[in-house]
């Protein structure tokens, strides 16, 4: 690395740290400039939370779900990392079933890598890692990314950012290598590459990507609408990577709730009918009236779709997933058909749903907007996770704009 090329990426790492005003995005934006200034493919950034003294997991670059793991002090390469204030560089001839943080990690053998701890001349706050690169890091890259690290450790204490840890948890969905392929005349096609995700209960959850990097097939896997070639779906700790007829029937009915860019309502029953109807096949259903009201359009109970807005009409839909009482709900671009202001109310209902009722949401869209009310951001690319990070602070519905 030159020193003009070195001097360049200390500049956009000065530069685009000035207009961040919250820690994910500072964070968010130094992983992603870390990880090209250094050709590396995947990356992560841990924060170390002062109270508990762990490191935990906050951004994750094209490579697993590791986002809320967590080390103790000197646990792991993490954590002896955060103990030292040392940087570490491991040559991918070295680096057997290397643990990350307490647990082995996926994809950890083989691999260069190099963990880089973020750190002020008083403390260290965090560190990064980063891997996937073909090439071993030279000492110039490594004196950059120390660098780098110094700047984005100093704005976090210049600007007060506060590092507020996520609950010990267990997940309530997780996928694992999943696979997708199909045949397309006399050549196979594969829509997802394998995919790594968890979701925890309570947490909103927005999916990005362009069209065709396979969001939707994910979701239709996660709901038992479609099934994968290979791969692991467990949920609540069962395995539903190939269930029986009665247990994708069960799952489907009772466990997930699901929310379509077409309303999919019936032309020839109510607002209330429709949402009635599901109800009655549900073992533990909400009161339909109630769920119309949590959507606010419990005045439009006797009304016929055909009367109703294309906004009111997705917000039924909504009451028709929400009314048994699922432990999660996937949305597949909810707000694709609707204006903005119709948008808004509907994201609206949404956010209400996941806060007031605790209801896990995964919803997928094109939109990078709406992402900014999610908890985590998951950025899917060519059938593969390419980065995972955690909101720090969501907005609210009604603070965004497009």
């Known amino acids: 690395m030159d020193n003009s090329l070195h001097a360049q990426i200390l500049w956009k790492v000065m530069d685009t740290l000035h207009d961040a005003d919250q820690l994910e995005e500072a964070l968010s934006r130094s992983l992603d400039l870390f990880s090209r200034g250094s050709e590396s493919n995947k990356g992560s950034i841990w924060m170390l939370d002062e ?44 680096v057997q079933n290397m643990k990350l943080a307490g647990v082995d990690s996926p994809a950890l053998s083989g691999v260069n890598m190099v ?17 996937g690169k073909e090439k071993e890091y030279t000492q110039a890259e490594i004196t950059m990314l120390e660098q780098c690290c110094s700047i984005l450790a100093l704005d976090i204490e210049e600007k007060g950012f506060e590092f507020k840890p996520f609950a010990d948890r267990e997940p309530l969905l997780s996928v694992r ?37 396979g969001k939707s097939t994910l979701l239709n896997i996660i709901g038992g609408m479609d099934k994968m070639t290979s791969g692991e779906v467990i949920v609540e700790g069962k395995d539903m990577s190939n269930p029986t007829e009665d247990e994708l029937t069960e799952y489907r009915r009772e466990y997930v709730g699901f929310i379509f860019q077409a309303y999919n309502l019936m032309p020839n029953l109510s607002a209330y009918e429709n949402v009635q109807f599901i109800a009655e096949i549900s073992d533990n259903p909400m009161d339909s009236m109630e769920a119309l009201k949590l959507v606010g359009l419990d005045a439009k109970a006797d009304n016929m779709p055909t009367a109703l807005s294309g906004g009111q009409m997705q917000r039924i ?14 949305a597949d671009e909810p707000t694709a058909a609707l204006d903005y202001d119709t948008s808004i109310k509907v994201l609206s209902v949404i956010e209400k749903i ?6 896990t949401i995964l919803m997928v869209t094109h939109n ?13 690319r060519d059938g593969k996770i390419s980065s995972i990070r955690v909101n720090l602070k969501p907005l609210k519905a009604t603070d965004l704009v497009w």
């Open 51 to 94: 109270k508990s003294k762990r490191t935990i997991a906050t951004n994750v670059y094209g490579t697993y779900d590791a986002t809320g793991e967590s080390a103790g002090m000197g646990e792991g390469l993490v954590g002896r990392v955060i103990e030292t204030g040392k940087t570490e560089l491991h040559k991918a001839a070295d």
């Open 115 to 131: 963990c880089v701890p973020i750190k002020t001349p008083r403390h260290t706050v965090g560190c990064l890692l980063l891997t």
């Open 177 to 213: 290598n999943v696979v997708k392929e199909f045949l397309s005349g006399e050549e196979i096609r594969q829509i997802l590459k394998g995919v790594d995700l968890d979701v925890y209960s309570g947490e909103l959850v927005v999916v990005l990507g362009e069209s065709g990097c």
């Open 317 to 330: 839909s909504i009451a028709r997933a929400l009314v048994k009482n699922p432990k999660i709900i996937l």
């Open 354 to 359: 996941s806060k007031e009722n605790n209801t």
């Open 368 to 380: 990078p907007e709406i992402a900014k009310m999610a908890n985590r951001v998951v950025r899917l």
